[in-house]
Protein backbone atom coordinates (compact mmCIF):
# COMPACT_ATOMS: atom_id res chain seq x y z
CA UNK A 1 0.00 0.00 0.00
CA UNK A 2 2.63 2.75 1.26
CA UNK A 3 4.75 1.79 -2.16
CA UNK A 4 1.25 2.20 -4.17
CA UNK A 5 1.18 5.49 -2.75
CA UNK A 6 4.33 6.75 -4.18
CA UNK A 7 2.80 5.93 -7.42
CA UNK A 8 0.70 8.71 -7.07
CA UNK A 9 2.05 12.85 -7.16
CA UNK A 10 -0.15 14.36 -4.09
CA UNK A 11 0.57 18.04 -3.10
CA UNK A 12 0.84 17.92 0.80
CA UNK A 13 0.84 21.18 3.09
CA UNK A 14 3.95 22.22 4.37
CA UNK A 15 1.97 21.48 8.26
CA UNK A 16 2.40 17.73 7.05
CA UNK A 17 5.38 17.31 5.27
CA UNK A 18 7.86 19.43 7.25
CA UNK A 19 6.14 19.64 10.92
CA UNK A 20 6.34 21.79 13.64
CA UNK A 21 10.06 22.88 13.68
CA UNK A 22 9.93 24.23 10.18
CA UNK A 23 6.15 25.98 11.17
CA UNK A 24 7.82 28.17 13.90
CA UNK A 25 11.12 28.87 12.01
CA UNK A 26 8.39 30.17 9.38
CA UNK A 27 6.58 32.62 12.21
CA UNK A 28 9.83 33.90 12.98
CA UNK A 29 10.97 34.70 9.69
CA UNK A 30 8.00 36.26 8.92
CA UNK A 31 7.94 39.17 11.71
CA UNK A 32 10.99 40.49 10.16
CA UNK A 33 9.16 40.52 6.60
CA UNK A 34 6.43 42.32 8.01
CA UNK A 35 9.28 45.14 9.05
CA UNK A 36 10.23 45.20 5.79
CA UNK A 37 6.69 45.18 4.13
CA UNK A 38 6.55 48.24 6.17
CA UNK A 39 9.76 50.14 5.48
CA UNK A 40 9.66 49.63 1.81
CA UNK A 41 6.68 50.25 -0.03
CA UNK A 42 8.27 51.76 -3.25
CA UNK A 43 11.30 50.21 -5.32
CA UNK A 44 13.42 53.09 -4.35
CA UNK A 45 12.21 52.27 -0.32
CA UNK A 46 13.14 48.69 -1.34
CA UNK A 47 16.71 49.72 -2.06
CA UNK A 48 17.55 51.72 0.61
CA UNK A 49 16.37 48.96 2.42
CA UNK A 50 18.32 46.57 1.23
CA UNK A 51 21.14 48.51 1.17
CA UNK A 52 21.32 48.32 4.41
CA UNK A 53 20.66 44.57 4.56
CA UNK A 54 23.69 44.21 2.53
CA UNK A 55 26.02 46.27 3.88
CA UNK A 56 25.17 44.96 7.32
CA UNK A 57 25.92 41.46 5.63
CA UNK A 58 29.42 42.82 4.77
CA UNK A 59 28.59 43.53 0.96
CA UNK A 60 30.10 46.70 -0.33
CA UNK A 61 28.92 49.45 -3.56
CA UNK A 62 30.90 47.90 -6.62
CA UNK A 63 31.42 50.26 -9.78
CA UNK A 64 32.32 48.68 -13.39
CA UNK A 65 35.91 47.59 -13.57
CA UNK A 66 36.81 47.05 -10.03
CA UNK A 67 39.03 43.91 -9.63
CA UNK A 68 37.17 40.84 -8.22
CA UNK A 69 38.32 37.52 -6.48
CA UNK A 70 36.61 34.90 -4.58
CA UNK A 71 34.59 35.91 -1.62
CA UNK A 72 34.32 39.11 -2.47
CA UNK A 73 30.00 40.64 -1.97
CA UNK A 74 29.18 42.99 -3.78
CA UNK A 75 26.20 45.27 -4.81
CA UNK A 76 24.99 47.70 -7.26
CA UNK A 77 22.95 50.60 -6.65
CA UNK A 78 21.13 51.72 -10.26
CA UNK A 79 20.10 54.96 -10.03
CA UNK A 80 18.23 53.76 -6.33
CA UNK A 81 15.59 51.76 -7.78
CA UNK A 82 17.45 48.87 -8.76
CA UNK A 83 19.66 46.40 -6.98
CA UNK A 84 21.81 43.83 -7.63
CA UNK A 85 23.92 41.74 -5.04
CA UNK A 86 26.37 39.17 -5.91
CA UNK A 87 29.25 37.22 -4.16
CA UNK A 88 32.02 35.58 -5.77
CA UNK A 89 32.70 31.96 -5.22
CA UNK A 90 35.47 29.95 -4.94
CA UNK A 91 34.45 28.09 -8.55
CA UNK A 92 35.46 28.85 -12.25
CA UNK A 93 32.93 31.98 -12.94
CA UNK A 94 32.58 29.60 -16.23
CA UNK A 95 30.25 27.56 -14.18
CA UNK A 96 27.75 30.50 -14.21
CA UNK A 97 25.94 32.21 -11.85
CA UNK A 98 23.08 31.53 -9.42
CA UNK A 99 20.82 33.92 -9.94
CA UNK A 100 17.40 34.95 -8.18
CA UNK A 101 15.22 37.94 -10.35
CA UNK A 102 12.76 39.63 -8.40
CA UNK A 103 10.62 42.81 -8.62
CA UNK A 104 10.72 45.93 -6.03
CA UNK A 105 7.87 48.01 -7.79
CA UNK A 106 3.91 47.01 -6.80
CA UNK A 107 0.78 48.27 -8.41
CA UNK A 108 0.23 51.99 -6.98
CA UNK A 109 -1.48 55.00 -8.61
CA UNK A 110 1.15 58.06 -9.31
CA UNK A 111 0.52 61.69 -9.62
CA UNK A 112 0.23 63.09 -12.59
CA UNK A 113 2.96 65.72 -13.69
CA UNK A 114 0.41 68.17 -12.85
CA UNK A 115 -1.21 66.81 -10.37
CA UNK A 116 -3.37 69.76 -8.29
CA UNK A 117 -6.86 71.53 -8.80
CA UNK A 118 -9.32 72.77 -7.36
CA UNK A 119 -13.32 72.26 -7.44
CA UNK A 120 -15.94 72.72 -5.54
CA UNK A 121 -14.68 73.68 -2.19
CA UNK A 122 -12.55 70.40 -2.39
CA UNK A 123 -8.83 70.48 -3.98
CA UNK A 124 -7.31 67.11 -5.71
CA UNK A 125 -4.17 65.52 -6.95
CA UNK A 126 -4.69 63.86 -10.46
CA UNK A 127 -3.55 60.26 -10.91
CA UNK A 128 -2.28 58.20 -13.49
CA UNK A 129 -2.23 54.15 -11.88
CA UNK A 130 0.36 52.00 -12.22
CA UNK A 131 0.06 48.68 -13.09
CA UNK A 132 -2.80 46.25 -13.00
CA UNK A 133 -5.20 47.21 -10.95
CA UNK A 134 -9.09 46.65 -9.71
CA UNK A 135 -9.85 50.63 -9.92
CA UNK A 136 -13.00 50.48 -7.23
CA UNK A 137 -10.49 48.82 -4.38
CA UNK A 138 -8.59 52.01 -4.09
CA UNK A 139 -11.76 54.06 -3.24
CA UNK A 140 -12.78 55.28 0.52
CA UNK A 141 -9.40 53.99 2.17
CA UNK A 142 -6.56 55.99 3.53
CA UNK A 143 -3.60 56.56 1.00
CA UNK A 144 0.00 57.43 2.18
CA UNK A 145 1.71 59.49 -0.07
CA UNK A 146 5.53 58.50 -0.53
CA UNK A 147 8.24 59.53 -3.17
CA UNK A 148 10.65 62.13 -3.97
CA UNK A 149 10.50 65.81 -5.59
CA UNK A 150 13.98 67.00 -7.07
CA UNK A 151 14.14 70.72 -7.77
CA UNK A 152 15.57 71.85 -11.05
CA UNK A 153 19.37 72.18 -9.04
CA UNK A 154 19.19 68.22 -8.65
CA UNK A 155 18.19 68.13 -5.01
CA UNK A 156 16.02 65.31 -3.86
CA UNK A 157 13.49 65.80 -1.43
CA UNK A 158 12.19 62.55 0.20
CA UNK A 159 8.46 62.49 1.06
CA UNK A 160 6.26 59.83 3.20
CA UNK A 161 3.20 61.43 4.43
CA UNK A 162 0.29 59.05 6.42
CA UNK A 163 2.62 56.66 7.63
CA UNK A 164 3.06 57.95 10.87
CA UNK A 165 -0.06 58.48 13.13
CA UNK A 166 0.24 61.76 13.71
CA UNK A 167 0.05 62.45 9.46
CA UNK A 168 -3.01 63.13 7.51
CA UNK A 169 -3.68 60.33 5.40
CA UNK A 170 -4.99 60.76 1.78
CA UNK A 171 -8.13 59.63 0.06
CA UNK A 172 -10.34 58.88 -2.93
CA UNK A 173 -14.28 59.27 -2.42
CA UNK A 174 -16.80 56.83 -3.36
CA UNK A 175 -20.32 57.13 -4.24
CA UNK A 176 -22.70 56.94 -1.30
CA UNK A 177 -25.39 54.00 -1.99
CA UNK A 178 -28.04 55.96 -1.38
CA UNK A 179 -27.62 57.74 -4.76
CA UNK A 180 -26.01 54.45 -6.56
CA UNK A 181 -29.01 53.42 -8.23
CA UNK A 182 -27.87 53.92 -11.93
CA UNK A 183 -23.99 53.26 -10.93
CA UNK A 184 -25.20 49.68 -9.66
CA UNK A 185 -26.26 48.76 -12.99
CA UNK A 186 -23.11 49.63 -14.70
CA UNK A 187 -20.02 47.13 -15.22
CA UNK A 188 -16.92 47.40 -13.40
CA UNK A 189 -15.43 49.30 -15.95
CA UNK A 190 -17.77 51.59 -16.92
CA UNK A 191 -18.37 52.86 -13.44
CA UNK A 192 -14.86 53.22 -11.98
CA UNK A 193 -12.84 55.12 -14.49
CA UNK A 194 -9.15 56.36 -14.05
CA UNK A 195 -9.81 59.81 -14.56
CA UNK A 196 -12.18 59.47 -11.37
CA UNK A 197 -9.27 58.39 -9.30
CA UNK A 198 -8.69 61.89 -7.97
CA UNK A 199 -7.02 62.40 -4.42
CA UNK A 200 -8.60 64.79 -1.78
CA UNK A 201 -5.99 66.36 -0.40
CA UNK A 202 -7.69 70.07 1.01
CA UNK A 203 -10.66 71.83 1.42
CA UNK A 204 -9.63 74.76 3.60
CA UNK A 205 -9.34 78.64 1.69
CA UNK A 206 -5.88 80.36 2.32
CA UNK A 207 -6.87 83.81 4.19
CA UNK A 208 -6.72 86.66 1.33
CA UNK A 209 -6.87 84.62 -1.25
CA UNK A 210 -9.98 85.31 -3.77
CA UNK A 211 -9.24 82.69 -6.65
CA UNK A 212 -8.42 78.87 -5.89
CA UNK A 213 -8.05 79.64 -2.39
CA UNK A 214 -7.54 76.41 -1.35
CA UNK A 215 -5.15 75.07 -3.85
CA UNK A 216 -3.26 78.47 -2.72
CA UNK A 217 -3.70 76.65 0.68
CA UNK A 218 -2.36 73.57 0.08
CA UNK A 219 0.50 75.42 -2.00
CA UNK A 220 1.65 77.54 0.34
CA UNK A 221 1.71 74.32 3.38
CA UNK A 222 3.91 72.44 0.91
CA UNK A 223 6.20 75.36 0.08
CA UNK A 224 6.52 76.23 4.13
CA UNK A 225 7.18 72.10 4.79
CA UNK A 226 8.72 70.95 2.22
CA UNK A 227 10.04 74.14 -0.04
CA UNK A 228 8.06 72.60 -3.54
CA UNK A 229 6.48 74.60 -5.68
CA UNK A 230 3.79 73.63 -8.00
CA UNK A 231 5.97 73.43 -10.59
CA UNK A 232 8.64 70.96 -8.96
CA UNK A 233 5.56 68.69 -9.19
CA UNK A 234 6.88 68.44 -12.75
CA UNK A 235 9.99 66.64 -11.94
CA UNK A 236 8.62 64.50 -9.15
CA UNK A 237 7.69 61.11 -8.54
CA UNK A 238 5.10 60.77 -6.15
CA UNK A 239 2.85 57.46 -5.93
CA UNK A 240 -0.25 57.25 -3.59
CA UNK A 241 0.01 53.63 -1.46
CA UNK A 242 -2.51 52.11 0.89
CA UNK A 243 -1.77 53.94 4.35
CA UNK A 244 -1.92 50.73 6.50
CA UNK A 245 0.45 48.64 8.10
CA UNK A 246 1.38 44.64 6.90
CA UNK A 247 -0.99 42.94 9.88
CA UNK A 248 -1.25 38.97 10.76
CA UNK A 249 -4.02 37.25 9.02
CA UNK A 250 -6.51 34.44 11.04
CA UNK A 251 -7.04 33.01 14.35
CA UNK A 252 -4.06 31.09 13.90
CA UNK A 253 -1.90 33.78 12.50
CA UNK A 254 -0.50 31.77 9.51
CA UNK A 255 -1.19 34.43 6.95
CA UNK A 256 -0.21 38.37 6.46
CA UNK A 257 -1.99 40.63 4.49
CA UNK A 258 -0.34 43.72 3.46
CA UNK A 259 0.58 46.11 0.52
CA UNK A 260 2.71 45.14 -2.07
CA UNK A 261 3.59 41.14 -1.27
CA UNK A 262 3.91 41.01 -4.98
CA UNK A 263 6.72 40.79 -5.33
CA UNK A 264 8.43 41.68 -1.94
CA UNK A 265 7.17 38.32 -0.52
CA UNK A 266 9.51 37.08 -3.18
CA UNK A 267 12.16 39.81 -3.20
CA UNK A 268 12.78 39.55 0.52
CA UNK A 269 13.76 35.30 0.59
CA UNK A 270 15.57 36.26 -2.34
CA UNK A 271 17.83 38.63 -0.53
CA UNK A 272 17.96 37.34 2.96
CA UNK A 273 18.63 33.96 0.95
CA UNK A 274 22.01 35.69 -0.90
CA UNK A 275 23.02 36.98 2.43
CA UNK A 276 22.78 33.19 3.83
CA UNK A 277 23.81 31.39 1.90
CA UNK A 278 27.71 32.53 1.88
CA UNK A 279 28.90 28.93 1.88
CA UNK A 280 28.18 28.37 -1.73
CA UNK A 281 31.62 27.56 -4.21
CA UNK A 282 29.08 29.33 -6.66
CA UNK A 283 29.25 32.64 -7.87
CA UNK A 284 25.62 33.92 -6.62
CA UNK A 285 23.57 37.13 -7.50
CA UNK A 286 20.04 38.44 -6.51
CA UNK A 287 18.53 40.94 -8.84
CA UNK A 288 15.85 43.07 -7.48
CA UNK A 289 14.39 45.28 -10.42
CA UNK A 290 11.58 47.60 -11.19
CA UNK A 291 9.21 48.22 -13.95
CA UNK A 292 8.02 44.67 -13.78
CA UNK A 293 4.45 45.67 -13.39
CA UNK A 294 4.35 47.83 -16.55
CA UNK A 295 6.20 45.61 -18.78
CA UNK A 296 9.69 45.86 -17.34
CA UNK A 297 11.43 48.40 -19.96
CA UNK A 298 13.73 51.25 -19.12
CA UNK A 299 16.71 51.78 -17.42
CA UNK A 300 15.72 49.95 -14.12
CA UNK A 301 13.54 47.18 -15.87
CA UNK A 302 14.51 43.51 -16.06
CA UNK A 303 14.20 44.63 -19.75
CA UNK A 304 17.41 47.17 -19.95
CA UNK A 305 20.96 45.49 -20.66
CA UNK A 306 22.46 46.14 -17.61
CA UNK A 307 22.30 42.40 -16.55
CA UNK A 308 24.66 41.51 -19.42
CA UNK A 309 26.46 44.63 -18.24
CA UNK A 310 27.43 43.42 -15.15
CA UNK A 311 27.48 39.63 -16.02
CA UNK A 312 30.30 40.98 -18.57
CA UNK A 313 32.23 42.77 -16.16
CA UNK A 314 32.50 39.99 -13.47
CA UNK A 315 33.56 37.89 -16.52
CA UNK A 316 35.92 40.24 -17.46
CA UNK A 317 37.03 40.59 -14.29
CA UNK A 318 37.84 36.58 -13.31
CA UNK A 319 39.41 36.05 -16.21
CA UNK A 320 35.83 33.92 -17.34
CA UNK A 321 34.38 34.23 -21.02
CA UNK A 322 31.07 35.93 -20.64
CA UNK A 323 29.13 33.83 -23.34
CA UNK A 324 30.29 30.47 -21.22
CA UNK A 325 29.64 32.49 -18.08
CA UNK A 326 25.33 33.25 -19.40
CA UNK A 327 24.99 29.52 -21.08
CA UNK A 328 25.70 27.96 -17.58
CA UNK A 329 24.26 30.48 -15.51
CA UNK A 330 20.68 29.44 -13.57
CA UNK A 331 17.68 32.05 -12.35
CA UNK A 332 15.27 31.53 -10.52
CA UNK A 333 12.57 34.54 -11.03
CA UNK A 334 11.59 34.69 -8.27
CA UNK A 335 7.52 36.22 -8.64
CA UNK A 336 4.51 35.18 -6.94
CA UNK A 337 1.84 32.97 -8.36
CA UNK A 338 -2.43 32.84 -7.54
CA UNK A 339 -3.15 31.12 -4.88
CA UNK A 340 -6.18 28.90 -5.67
CA UNK A 341 -9.18 30.89 -3.84
CA UNK A 342 -12.48 29.21 -3.54
CA UNK A 343 -14.44 31.82 -3.62
CA UNK A 344 -13.75 32.60 -7.53
CA UNK A 345 -13.23 28.53 -8.54
CA UNK A 346 -14.17 29.07 -11.74
CA UNK A 347 -11.46 30.89 -13.15
CA UNK A 348 -8.77 28.89 -11.67
CA UNK A 349 -8.19 24.41 -12.51
CA UNK A 350 -7.27 23.34 -8.90
CA UNK A 351 -5.06 20.43 -9.75
CA UNK A 352 -2.76 22.93 -11.53
CA UNK A 353 -3.13 25.95 -9.47
CA UNK A 354 -1.03 27.07 -6.26
CA UNK A 355 -2.69 26.05 -3.16
CA UNK A 356 -2.09 27.90 -0.17
CA UNK A 357 0.40 25.96 2.62
CA UNK A 358 2.27 23.64 0.02
CA UNK A 359 4.76 25.57 0.16
CA UNK A 360 7.04 27.78 -2.84
CA UNK A 361 5.55 27.56 -6.42
CA UNK A 362 7.22 26.43 -9.49
CA UNK A 363 5.60 27.99 -12.68
CA UNK A 364 7.25 26.15 -15.56
CA UNK A 365 5.78 28.74 -17.54
CA UNK A 366 3.73 32.33 -17.58
CA UNK A 367 1.75 34.31 -20.40
CA UNK A 368 -1.41 33.40 -22.12
CA UNK A 369 -3.80 31.80 -24.33
CA UNK A 370 -1.66 28.97 -26.27
CA UNK A 371 1.80 29.90 -23.92
CA UNK A 372 1.84 32.93 -25.76
CA UNK A 373 4.61 35.32 -24.12
CA UNK A 374 6.70 32.62 -21.94
CA UNK A 375 9.83 31.34 -21.80
CA UNK A 376 8.54 28.08 -20.81
CA UNK A 377 11.62 26.20 -19.05
CA UNK A 378 12.90 22.51 -20.64
CA UNK A 379 12.38 19.78 -18.72
CA UNK A 380 16.18 19.35 -18.16
CA UNK A 381 15.79 22.62 -15.78
CA UNK A 382 12.50 21.34 -13.98
CA UNK A 383 14.36 18.15 -12.76
CA UNK A 384 17.14 19.86 -11.94
CA UNK A 385 14.98 22.20 -9.83
CA UNK A 386 12.66 19.23 -8.47
CA UNK A 387 16.50 17.47 -7.25
CA UNK A 388 17.79 20.25 -5.65
CA UNK A 389 14.08 21.12 -3.83
CA UNK A 390 13.70 17.38 -2.75
CA UNK A 391 17.25 16.29 -2.16
CA UNK A 392 16.73 19.67 0.33
CA UNK A 393 13.76 18.94 2.06
CA UNK A 394 12.01 21.91 0.79
CA UNK A 395 8.23 21.58 0.53
CA UNK A 396 6.96 22.57 -3.10
CA UNK A 397 4.30 22.72 -5.32
CA UNK A 398 4.23 22.89 -9.11
CA UNK A 399 1.04 25.69 -10.54
CA UNK A 400 -0.04 27.63 -13.35
CA UNK A 401 -1.88 31.03 -13.09
CA UNK A 402 -5.32 30.15 -13.69
CA UNK A 403 -7.65 28.48 -16.77
CA UNK A 404 -6.06 28.31 -19.90
CA UNK A 405 -7.86 31.70 -21.35
CA UNK A 406 -9.17 33.09 -18.47
CA UNK A 407 -6.82 35.69 -18.87
CA UNK A 408 -2.84 35.85 -18.02
CA UNK A 409 0.34 37.24 -17.08
CA UNK A 410 3.66 37.52 -17.23
CA UNK A 411 7.30 37.89 -15.23
CA UNK A 412 10.70 38.71 -15.86
CA UNK A 413 11.89 35.33 -16.73
CA UNK A 414 11.48 35.85 -20.43
CA UNK A 415 13.59 38.65 -20.55
CA UNK A 416 16.35 36.92 -18.38
CA UNK A 417 15.62 33.57 -20.90
CA UNK A 418 16.50 35.74 -23.89
CA UNK A 419 19.83 36.29 -22.51
CA UNK A 420 20.59 32.97 -23.13
CA UNK A 421 19.86 31.69 -19.09
CA UNK A 422 18.01 28.79 -18.09
CA UNK A 423 15.04 30.25 -15.85
CA UNK A 424 12.27 28.95 -14.17
CA UNK A 425 9.61 31.02 -12.60
CA UNK A 426 9.62 30.08 -8.64
CA UNK A 427 7.77 31.92 -5.51
CA UNK A 428 4.91 32.59 -3.38
CA UNK A 429 1.23 32.24 -3.70
CA UNK A 430 -0.84 35.32 -3.62
CA UNK A 431 -4.74 35.84 -2.70
CA UNK A 432 -5.98 38.87 -3.99
CA UNK A 433 -3.19 39.48 -6.22
CA UNK A 434 -2.52 43.61 -7.17
CA UNK A 435 -5.26 44.57 -4.51
CA UNK A 436 -4.40 47.17 -2.09
CA UNK A 437 -3.47 44.68 0.32
CA UNK A 438 -3.02 41.08 -0.46
CA UNK A 439 -2.41 37.67 1.74
CA UNK A 440 0.34 35.46 1.82
CA UNK A 441 0.87 32.43 3.78
CA UNK A 442 3.91 32.42 6.48
CA UNK A 443 5.10 28.92 5.56
CA UNK A 444 4.82 29.33 2.09
CA UNK A 445 7.18 32.43 2.06
CA UNK A 446 9.23 30.29 4.54
CA UNK A 447 9.83 27.54 1.67
CA UNK A 448 10.28 30.44 -0.91
CA UNK A 449 13.17 31.22 1.38
CA UNK A 450 14.79 27.57 2.09
CA UNK A 451 14.27 26.93 -1.86
CA UNK A 452 16.74 29.83 -3.05
CA UNK A 453 19.20 29.02 0.03
CA UNK A 454 18.87 25.28 -1.62
CA UNK A 455 19.15 26.76 -4.79
CA UNK A 456 22.34 29.00 -4.27
CA UNK A 457 24.17 26.08 -2.62
CA UNK A 458 22.94 22.75 -5.16
CA UNK A 459 25.44 21.13 -7.11
MN1 LIG B 1 4.94 40.13 -9.70
MN1 LIG C 1 2.18 41.88 -10.33
Not at 264 to 278: E, F, M, N
Not at 337 to 350: H, I, L, M, R
Request: glycine share 8%.
Amino acid sequence: MSENKQLKYEKKTVYEKAGAKIVASAYEYAKDYVKFLDAAKTEREAVTECVRMAEAAGYRPYQFGDPLKAGDKLYYNNRGKNIFLFRIGSESINNGIRITAAHIDSPRLDLKQVPIYEESGMCFFKTHYYGGIRKYQWLATPLALHGVVVKQDGSVINLTVGENESDPVMYITDLLPHLAAKEAGKTVREAFQAEKLNILIGSRPLDGEEKDSIKMGVLSYLYETYGITEEDFLSAELSLVPAARARDVGFDRSMICGYGHDDRVCAYPSITAIIDADESVHTTMCLLVDKEETGSDGVTGMQSSLITDIITEIAKALGGNEATVRANSKCLSSDVSATYDPNFSDVYEQRNSCLIGCGVSMCKFTGSGGKGGTSDASAELVAWVRRCLNEAGVVWQTCELGKVDAGGGGTVAKYMANHNIDTIDMGVGVLSMHAPYEVISKVDLYEAYRAFRAFYNFE
